[in-house]
């Protein structure tokens, strides 16, 4: 889009003009701590995305574990242990120079999501990663989120895309398998049908 497209917007006059005022219940519900009915709703999630910035660009990765797996500190801390994934390290590398944070938990079958913001520390406390030792593994650290504003996500997203809904489920089979996609990417240097044949036994391997 050019900067010059008459119909580029680039204000936010310009925006309220087009979207208009707000709903008051869209502005009430946003807090700035951990509300009671905010903590059940963390406690039933066992997946989150995670958003940060740094100086490359942004990121968002997701998290996911049992549900609750993301545990209520207070009502002004969150606290995530960071388990095993492909060791890149985006979000912790942004997180050295950016400590600002977004998250999104969803709930399977609940349409509503829970939006937090805030600022997040990356902790290897012995003590702390105890706490969330699973099958005898700890995770490598802990994301000490401060809290800053909480508030839930109307269902109208989730309703629109049917994620809930199994009749609009789609068979694997039908995109390209994980081996098939690192075989193109790598000019076949990576055998797909051999990834594809360990990658189940690998994955229940390194979950934690």
């Keep these: 889009m050019s900067l010059t497209d008459p119909h ?4 936010v006059a310009a925006l309220e003009a087009l979207y208009g005022e707000p709903a008051e219940t869209s502005l009430s ?13 963390i406690e039933a999630s066992p ?21 609750g797996f993301v545990h209520v500190q207070d009502e002004h801390t ?22 600002r944070v977004a998250l999104i938990f969803l709930i399977p079958g609940v349409n509503e999501t829970l939006r937090v913001n805030g600022r997040a520390t990356i902790s290897a406390d012995p003590a702390l990663l105890q ?23 109307c269902a109208k997203a989730l309703v629109r895309s049917r994620l809930w809904d199994a009749a609009a489920q789609i068979e694997r089979s039908r995109l390209p398998s994980t081996g098939t996609i690192l075989s193109a990417l790598t000019a076949t240097e990576i055998d797909a049908d051999a990834y594809d044949q360990a990658l189940p036994a690998r994955v229940q391997a390194t979950l934690y």
Excluded: C, W
């Design 47 to 67: 997946f989150a995305v995670l958003a940060t910035v740094g100086p490359d660009g942004l990121d968002v990765s997701p998290r996911g574990d049992a549900p």
């Design 8 to 11: 580029r917007i680039a204000s």
């Design 131 to 153: 706490r969330f030792t699973v099958s005898g593994k700890p995770p490598a650290t802990v994301l000490v989120v401060a809290v800053e504003t909480v508030f839930f996500q």
């Design 78 to 99: 969150l606290l995530v242990p960071d388990r095993r994934g492909n060791n890149r390290l985006d979000s912790l590398r942004n997180l050295l120079v950016d400590p």
């Design 29 to 41: 519900k946003e807090v700035d701590h951990i509300h009671p009915v905010y903590r059940s709703m």
